[in-house]
C-alpha cells in the first residue's frame, strides 16, 4: 500500500506535467515518499473539512512543485477530481501552476517566489502558540496543531527564509517543522555554482534542532526524523533530507532537466516502468488507492468529531472564550469593538498621525484580543506598542507586541502567516522600507488577506534623514498595487474614522502611510466632517455655485490646499479641497458619487502631494487646466520644513499654482 501510493503520487504528478506541457516533475518524484509518510502518519487534517480549525497546517513552499501538493492532496481524499488534475495549468483550472489558497481545497497558502511559504509559516507557527497560550485550559487543547513545510534550495538560497528562520529560533517555536529537500539542483545546474554552506551549521546557529535523512526513499528514515522533530518542543526542527530529483527517471534524475520542464513521453514511460507501473496507462489510480482514499477521509472526520464534542464541553465551561475563538474563525469583530476610538478636538495641538494611531490601535486593542503586531526595530518610532499587553517571546506567548527585529521583509509575510491563522495583524516599519516589504504584501493583496501595514514618515517631511529615508515613488507603487487600499489621512480624525474601515475589511489587506512631522487637526464644524473619509475621497472644502478649481490631495499637504482656499476664496474664486485619502475605495463608489466629488464639467485641476505624480492624471485629467503638482526627484536631507518649502510645498507657491491655472 504504502508503494502503491507513493507511486500514484509520482506517476500523477508526471501524467499532470506531460500533459500541460509545463511545470516540474522532478520534485514530485523525489518527495513523495516524504508527503506520504507526513500525511499518513503525523499530519492532523481531515479532508472533508480541510478549514477545520485545529488541523495542522502544511506548506509547500517550493511551490514550483504544485503537483506534488495537488497529487497528494488527491490521494488523500481531499476535493480534486483527476479531472482536475488533468487541467493542471490551464486556464480556470483547480490545479494553478503555483498553490493557490481559495482555488485548491487543502492549500494554506499562496506559493511561488521562494520563501515566502516558510515564512508565512512562521507567522502560523505565532499564531498557533498564541492562540493556544490565550483559548486553551486545563482539560481542553482547542489549539494543539504543528506547522510543516517543504522547501527547497532556492527557499534556503532567498534572504527572507534567513530572516523567518532567525525569528522563529529566537522565539522559540517548538510547533514548526520545516522538511529541507537537499537535492543539490536548481534551475541553472548544480547549486555548487552559487551555493556552498552548511545549512546544518547555519540553522544550529539559528537555535533549530536539526535532524539528517540521507535517503528520501527511507521511510523508516523519515519517519523517526519527524517523530524525533515533533517531540521537541522548545526549538523550530528542521529535517535536511537528502534526495533525487527525477528519482525513478533513467536519463534525467538528479539533473536540471528534470526541474522545470515535462520529462518527456518517452522517459515518463521509462520511470513508470521503473516504478512498476503501467507504461501505457495516463493518471492511474489503483483500487486500492480509492479505498485508501475512503480510510484517510474517515479517519479525518473522526478526529474532528472528537474535536468538536470536547469543544462543545469547553463552550459550556468557557462560554466567553468560545464565543471569542468561534469570532476570530469568521473573522468578525465584538459588537463595540470600535467604542473607545478617539476623536480628536479641533483646538488641540497640532499632532502627528503616526501619533494620533497610537491612541487609535490602543483603543482597538482593547476590544479586540487578537488584534495584534509590531515593527521592524522601530516601533517606539512607528508608535505601535499596545500598552494594555506584554510582548510575545519564547516565554511569554500571549504577549501582542512583536519585535520583529531588523526584518522587513520576513516580518510581511510572518503577518501574512498569523492572519492566515485568524489573527488581525499589523506590521510597521518607516514608509520607504515598504521596497523590503513589496513581495510579501503583493501575495498578500493577491491572497486577499487582511493584513494590515502601518507605515510612518510618509514623504520628504521626513527631513533631516534625506533622500535615502524620503520615500517617492512608493505610494505610486502601492496604489498601482491590485486589491489593497492605501491610506493617507489627511488628520488624526480622518486616520481615526478609516481605521473603522479597516477593521471590517475581509478581502483585502490595508496600509496607513502616515506622517512623521505634526499636523494641525482639522476644524469639523467648518469643513466637511470626518466621517465622509469613508467614501475614500470627499469634498472637504467647497464654495458656492461651480468651482473654478478644484484642489485634490492627500495627506499633510491637504492643510496647504485649506491655506490655498481660504486666499482664493478671499480673492473672489470659488475653490473646492477634495481630500482623497484612498484612491481605490474612491474608485469603488457610485460613479454618481465620484462625479459629485469631481464635475466632469469642471477641467481646471491641481493635484497636491509630496511624492512621485504618477497616476494622479486619473484625477486632474491631461487637459492645459490641469496639473500635478508633486516632486518626481529624490528629496534633499534638511530641517523638513526647509524640505518641503525647497519644493514648493506652502501656500504661497500652491497658489500661484492655482492662479496660473486660472489664468490670472
Known sequence: MENLVINCIRTLAMDAVEKAKSGHPGTPMALAPAAFVLFDGFLKHNPSNPQWPNRDRFVLSAGHASMLLYATLYVNGYDISIDDLKQFRSLHSRCPGHPEIGITSGVETTTGPLGQGVSNSVGMAIAGKWLSEHFNRPGYNIVNHHVYSICSDGDMMEGISSEAASIAGHLGLGNLIWIYDSNSITIEGSTLLAYSEDTEMRFGSYNWHVEKVSDANNLEEIEKAIARSRSETEKPSIII????????????????????????????????????????????????????????????????????????????????????????????????????????????????????????????????????????????????????????????????????????????????????????????????????????????????????????????????????????????????????????????????????????????????????????????????????????????????????????????????????????????????????????????????????????SVSTRLSVEAAATFGWEKFTGSGPGSKAYGIDCFGESAPYRDVMNKFGFNTDTILGECLRLLGD
Not at 339 to 354: E, G, H, K, M, W
Not at 355 to 369: E, F, T
Not at 524 to 544: F, P, T
Request: charged residues 25%.
Open 241 to 600: 533530507m537528502k534526495s533525487q530529483i527525477a528519482y525513478g527517471s533513467p536519463n534525467k534524475q538528479n539533473t536540471c532537466e528534470a526541474h522545470g520542464a515535462p520529462l518527456g513521453k518517452e522517459e515518463v514511460s521509462l520511470a513508470k516502468e521503473f516504478y512498476g507501473w503501467d507504461a501505457q496507462e495516463n493518471f492511474h489510480v489503483p483500487d486500492e488507492v480509492l479505498s485508501y482514499r475512503e480510510a484517510i477521509t474517515a479517519r479525518g472526520n473522526d478526529a474532528e468529531a472528537a474535536w468538536k464534542e470536547n469543544f462543545r464541553k469547553y463552550s459550556n465551561e468557557y462560554p466567553e472564550l468560545a464565543r471569542e475563538f468561534e469570532m476570530l474563525e469568521k473573522r468578525e469583530l465584538p459588537e463595540d469593538w470600535d467604542s473607545n476610538i478617539p476623536s480628536f478636538p479641533y483646538l488641540a495641538d497640532p499632532v502627528a498621525t503616526r501619533s494620533a494611531n497610537s491612541n487609535v490601535i490602543n483603543a482597538i486593542g482593547k476590544k479586540v484580543p487578537w488584534f495584534m503586531g509590531g515593527a521592524a526595530d522601530v516601533g517606539s518610532s512607528t508608535k505601535t506598542y499596545l500598552k494594555n499587553t506584554r510582548s510575545f517571546s519564547a516565554e511569554d506567548h500571549e504577549g501582542r507586541n512583536f519585535h520583529f527585529g531588523v526584518r522587513e521583509h520576513s516580518m510581511a509575510a510572518i503577518a501574512s502567516g498569523m492572519c492566515l491563522s485568524g489573527l488581525r495583524a499589523y506590521a510597521s516599519t518607516y514608509f520607504v522600507f515598504a521596497d523590503y516589504m513589496k513581495p510579501s504584501i503583493r501575495l498578500a493583496a493577491l491572497m486577499k488577506l487582511p493584513v494590515i501595514y502601518i507605515f510612518t514618515h510618509d514623504s520628504i517631511g521626513v527631513g533631516e534623514d534625506g533622500p535615502t529615508h524620503q520615500p517617492i515613488e512608493h505610494l505610486a507603487s502601492l496604489r498601482v498595487t491590485p486589491n489593497i487600499d492605501v491610506i493617507r489621512p489627511c488628520d488624526a480624525n480622518e486616520l481615526a474614522v478609516l481605521w473603522k474601515h479597516v477593521m471590517e475589511l475581509t478581502d483585502r489587506p490595508a496600509a496607513f502611510v502616515l506622517t512623521r512631522q505634526n499636523v494641525p487637526v482639522i476644524d469639523r464644524e467648518r469643513y466637511a466632517a470626518a466621517e465622509e473619509a469613508l467614501q475614500g475621497g470627499y469634498v472637504l472644502a467647497d464654495s458656492d455655485g461651480t468651482p473654478d478649481i478644484i484642489m485634490i490631495s492627500t495627506g499633510s499637504e491637504v492643510h496647504i490646499c485649506l491655506e490655498v482656499y481660504e486666499k482664493l476664496s478671499e480673492m473672489g474664486k470659488n475653490p473646492r479641497v477634495v481630500s482623497l485619502p484612498c484612491w481605490n475605495l474612491f474608485e469603488a463608489q457610485p460613479q454618481e458619487y465620484r462625479d459629485k466629488v469631481l464635475p466632469p
